[in-house]
């Protein structure tokens, strides 16, 4: 079945009395609570800090936070639960508590941190692993009925960009998010947004193929999210490093956005905002 753009469109996802919709490409701000992520580690090192960069990030046009407590950069190390909900728990409760009507994704694969997030005000989880680091993560995502992001990956982040191989990238992703989003479906839940998972077990030819073929993942009926921020199938390309890829990470979302996907996730949220409005006019002449 080929899914048409204007029935992601007409897509609604409801929780904790918000609608999320794809009527047009939406903005998710990335917040890294942590101190080695691979560009903006220890950037929020205390709630005030926290507070006013979501406040900077809304007021330049996010749709959704995305808060992050474990780095999953390219060889980093694995934290503990207990460390995880630590650095999370009063990030999430202020951030929640002062702006009350934004979207705040939680970024994590631990089906418990998902609970204690929806406790918490969370609107979304966003799984770096697509259910496969924790095997009560669907379950847990079904009973809670809370918008989930669907990631693929190919390893752990201490293993994924070990010599990554796929016979065909494009047809290996999609055929892996479709048995994941099956094995959701059949637990009662449809609240899904895809994520392919650039830099996550692929190479610089890897993420640029499925850059370029992202609309065969738009026919299993899901919005797509490209989370291409400053990572390294920039840099790789045009010699750049994730403190001067700002450029580089545009381009790219103009082609993401130009492809179909439905949300960019980005440190630089007034330049995505920009890139948005731009392709929006464009497609509509």
């Keep these: 079945m080929i899914t048409k ?32 992520s691979f560009y903006d580690g220890n950037k929020y090192d205390n709630v005030n800090d926290v507070l006013q960069g979501v406040e900077e990030k809304i007021i330049h046009g996010a749709d959704i936070i995305d808060i992050g407590a474990a780095s999953s950069r390219p060889g980093a190390k694995e934290i503990t639960e207990i460390e995880e909900w630590n650095r999370l728990e009063n990030i999430l409760k202020e951030v929640r508590k002062k702006f009350n009507n934004i979207f705040i994704s939680v970024d994590t694969y631990r089906s418990s941190i998902a609970q204690r997030s929806s406790d918490f005000g969370a ?15 669907f379950k847990k995502i079904a009973h809670l009925q809370i918008p989930y992001i669907l990631m693929h990956i190919k390893g752990t982040p201490q293993t994924m960009q070990e010599n990554p191989d796929y016979a065909d990238v494009i047809n290996e992703v999609k055929s892996e998010l479709s048995i994941r989003a099956n094995n959701l479906k059949g637990l009662g839940f449809n609240k899904i947004i895809l994520d392919p998972g650039f830099g996550f077990g692929k190479t610089p030819r890897h993420n640029f193929s499925l850059l370029k073929n992202i609309c065969e993942l738009k026919t299993l009926g899901f919005p797509l999210l490209a989370g291409i921020s400053r990572k390294s199938m920039i840099n790789k390309i045009i010699n750049t490093n994730p403190v001067t890829a ?5 381009v790219l979302n103009t082609i993401a956005l130009l492809n179909g996907c439905n949300i960019l996730r980005v440190h630089d949220v007034t330049e995505a905002k920009q890139a948005i409005e731009l392709v929006e006019y464009y497609k509509n002449i």
């Design 5 to 36: 753009n204007n029935e992601i469109k007409s897509i609604e996802y409801k929780y904790n009395g918000k609608t999320l919709t794809f009527i047009k490409p939406l903005v998710m701000g990335i917040v890294n609570i942590t101190p080695d």
């Design 123 to 137: 609107d979304i989880i966003n799984d770096i692993s697509g259910g496969n680091y924790d095997p009560q993560m």
């Design 246 to 250: 700002l450029n580089g990470t545009t």
